[in-house]
């Protein structure tokens, strides 16, 4: 059963578990962001061990051939690894939580054999896709600006994940398409 801790003006220090109703839809939970959420602090990580090794001009454009093509500041270049991966953290716990609070739209849907909190949980933490090919890209700048070592080009890191990510939703396509014909 799920419940629901809450606290009113009247009991303001009262955490008494409540069942949650249909009114109030599914629970929040973490788990809904636990990639996005992965991907900020290896970022964060990231960011931390090469920012003494980046020298004060960081190349972060390559040309055709993988030569240099355009420098900026090491504090432009932090800004660029951190901010992105903080919006799109932040969008995937509001994006988790959103499916969360229109459950109660979707409560209909259970009756096919859809389970809400899958869908939740996949939503919240597709996000992490976009950031995996961001914290790559950060960690070839870093790593050309540090070691003069380029790991892999921007496409090839783009292709990688997304083809991972095109067979994880795949295999969660077919396990929904599974669940469904064995509830009809």
């Known amino acids: 059963m799920l419940v629901l801790l809450r606290s009113g003006p009247q009991t303001a220090h009262d955490t008494t ?8 839809g599914l629970a929040f939970h973490w788990r809904s962001a636990v990639l996005p959420l992965a991907v900020l602090v290896l970022t964060i990580a990231l960011v931390a061990y090469f920012y003494r090794l980046l020298p004060e001009e ?17 504090g432009t270049i932090v800004l660029w690894a951190l901010l992105p991966q903080l919006f799109l953290t932040l969008l995937a716990i509001a994006v988790a939580w959103g499916v969360t609070k229109l459950s109660t739209t979707f409560k209909q849907m259970e009756g096919f054999g859809i389970n809400l909190d899958t ?11 976009p950031q995996a090919i961001l914290f790559f890209a950060m960690l070839d700048i870093f790593s050309y600006n540090s070691y003069e070592f380029r ?3 921007l496409w090839v890191i783009a292709l990688i994940i997304m083809a991972l990510g095109a067979v994880i939703l795949g295999i969660f396509f077919i396990r929904s398409m599974r669940q469904v014909r064995g509830n009809q």
């Open 58 to 74: 960081v190349v972060y454009r390559f040309g055709a051939e993988g030569s240099p093509d355009e420098w900026t500041g090491r």
């Open 119 to 129: 869908i939740a949980l996949v939503m919240g933490n597709m996000i992490a896709l």
């Open 151 to 153: 790991i892999l080009p």
């Open 17 to 24: 578990a409540q069942p949650v109703t249909e009114a109030t």
